[in-house]
Each structure stands twice: as C-alpha cells, then as structure tokens.
C-alpha cells in the first residue's frame, strides 16, 4: 500500500505539475493528496487516511 502526497499545492504552477504527474503516474485517485506543507493546506486529509489504513492493517491477522 501506498499514498503520494503532492506537495507544494500553494504555487502558482502547482496545477502544471500535478497534472503532469497524474498523466505520467495513473494512481488510484484515493491514493494521491494534494498539500502544502507550508501552509497545512491538505495535511487533516492525508493524517486520517494514514491513519485509517494503519487501524485497517491491524485487523489483518497473520495467517500462522
């Protein structure tokens, strides 16, 4: 599993890049978040779906 986070949402050409990215990366959309660590702008949304997968990983009991 994994989560991209797209950083630098606050620039002016952020919006180039990131499609840039989605083009050339075609990740599942629930896998990619768009933040600005500068600002916070985004990270409430990455921090609960980390944390949602890490309490879904815990219900996954080991086949031994």
Do not use: C, M, W
């Not at 050409?13 to 702008?41: D, M, R, V």
Request: hydrophobic share 40%; aromatic share 10%.
């Amino acid at each position: 599993p994994f989560l991209v986070a797209l950083n630098k949402v606050d620039t002016e050409e952020s919006h180039i890049h990131i499609q840039h990215f989605k083009e050339k990366y075609p990740f599942p959309s629930n896998t990619l978040f768009e933040i600005s660590a500068a600002f916070g702008l985004g990270l409430d949304t990455l921090l609960q779906e980390i944390a949602r997968r890490v309490e879904e990983s815990k219900k996954v009991v080991a086949p031994y």
